[in-house]
């Protein structure tokens, strides 16, 4: 098909595709878009339009299967509530995980600023695990000597952490106290 034959047995059924498309999408831009499309694949394959009996039919399937395609992917999937319930909380534990690491790495920041021999007991007992006698063995400490320690650096990182979170929700007031 030549340019003209084009003009001539195509570019007509444009008013009748653009009212199919706006009757089918609704909308009047959207079918425009639609018509756009549909006379462009059609202009690419205007060698191949000699072979098609009936153009005004073969251009409004074309139309209409376009219109088609744009109402499926606008379309929304509605999820069961069990799905809902899961999806939701996967985005509660990804939230929580965040907090929690962002809460690690404070507590560990308030771990550092401690006193040394504060630090290091803290460090030894509540990171590493390590017993109380282990402890003594390392650091020359008597066993007393390490509770007492161990519980002042505790209390020290716990109300830093609840000085510098009181403007933050009240959960975190719950989490520091349940870290020692």
Not at 40 to 69: G, H, P, S, V
Not at 157 to 165: C, G, M, Q, T
Request: hydrophobic share 40%.
């Amino acid at each position: 098909m030549v340019d003209s034959d084009f003009k001539i047995k195509v570019l007509p059924v444009s008013k009748k595709v653009l009212r199919f498309a706006t009757h089918f999408l609704k909308d009047e831009d959207d079918a425009r878009d639609v018509v756009q499309d549909i006379f462009l694949k059609l202009w690419q394959k205007r060698k191949e339009l000699d072979q098609i009996e009936n153009i005004e039919a073969f251009a409004m399937r074309m139309t209409r299967n376009r219109c088609l395609d744009i109402i499926r992917a606008s379309r929304t999937v509605p999820i069961d509530a069990e799905t809902d319930r899961k999806l939701k909380q996967v985005t509660i534990d990804v939230h929580s995980k965040i907090e929690l690491g962002e809460a690690a790495g404070l507590v560990k920041k308030l771990i550092g600023q401690l006193p040394e021999i504060q630090r290091s007991v803290m460090e030894m007992r509540d990171l590493q695990q390590l017993e109380y006698e282990e402890i003594a063995e390392m650091t020359g400490l008597q066993v007393n000597a390490i509770r007492v320690n161990l519980s002042r650096a505790r209390k020290k990182v716990r109300d830093e952490y609840i000085k510098l979170n009181k403007d933050e929700n009240r959960g975190n007031k719950a989490f520091a106290t349940s870290l020692f």
